[in-house]
Nanobody, 119 residues
Framework: QVQLVESGGGLVQPGGSLRLSCVAS????????INWYRQAPGKEREWVGR?????????NFRGSVGGRFTISRDNTQNTVYLQMNSLKPEDTAVYYC???????????WGQGTQVTVSS
């Protein structure tokens, strides 16, 4: 049974940092692309970034977070991390991780973790 569990959200001041975790079970995390999405109140869910499957660790990000956010993967912990630096109030949202593989019939989502950036 595939499961994704996010954690690490919280309240942080502008300019601060948070590291979100996405712990996977039921599959080997390096076998799937892991995406991070976020949804702010009253807005549609938007893609934040991705780490590709395999050993290359290639990552991509939406423009507004590039240079501030990084994604890494710890295969020993079956976990992907979203490191968020220089946080802005507009980064406030519920953050979700998503796992996708071309060999699967569907993708999988975690339950989300709230990030609030406010002074």
């Amino acid at each position: 049974q595939v499961q994704l569990v996010e954690s690490g959200g919280g309240l942080v001041q502008p300019g601060g940092s948070l590291r979100l975790s996405c712990v996977a079970s039921g599959f080997t995390i390096s076998s799937a692309a892991i995406n991070w999405y976020r949804q702010a109140p009253g807005k549609e869910r938007e893609w934040v970034g991705r780490i590709n499957s395999g050993i290359s660790n290639v990552t991509n990000f939406r423009g507004s977070v590039g240079g501030r956010f990084t994604i890494s993967r710890d295969n020993t912990q079956n976990t992907v991390y979203l490191q968020m630096n220089s946080l802005k109030p507009e980064d406030t949202a519920v953050y979700y991780c998503n796992a996708y593989s071309r060999t699967w019939s569907n993708d999988y989502w975690g339950q989300g973790t709230q990030v609030t950036v406010s002074s």
